[in-house]
């Protein structure tokens, strides 16, 4: 996730919605690098929501997973990408205060190579979709 400006963080605590992009695999399928993320900043986080967060190590990165489990002192999160790592596997429970809020909408920028007509109407029908909690994901998570 890119980092953030002072600016976007005074907008993310007036405005309840702001834009993140995804870079790296930690969650394929659920988003791809160079997805557009709505998130919205202070909301109620559950089991199974893909939330966006301060790395625990380097607070200046923002980092998108799934919150897997409520632990004590935190969350537990991971990747939907169980081979890309840079989870709660590694750094452990991330505090309450670094889940900075919960992505509610994903939007894929259309490639340079759909060019044909089918390509576009495959692209438009899938390009933005909201990202939904996946409880049975949460479970499967936590197994691991």
Known sequence: MPELSQETERRGAVLPFGLAEVTGPSM???LSHGDQLVV??????RPGD???LRHP?????LVVKRAAQRREGGWWVLGDNAYAGG???DYGTVPDE???GKVRFRYRPRRPDQRSPF????WALSAARPVFSDRSASRRLRAR
Do not use: C, K
Request: aromatic share 8%; charged share 15%; glycine share 4%.
């Open 28 to 30: 394929v399928p659920t």
């Open 98 to 100: 670094l889940v900075l």
């Open 87 to 89: 989870d709660s596997t």
């Open 50 to 52: 893909v939330v966006v």
């Open 119 to 122: 390509a576009a109407v495959r």
């Open 57 to 61: 190590f380097q607070q200046d990165l």
């Open 40 to 45: 919205q900043w202070g909301a109620r986080v």
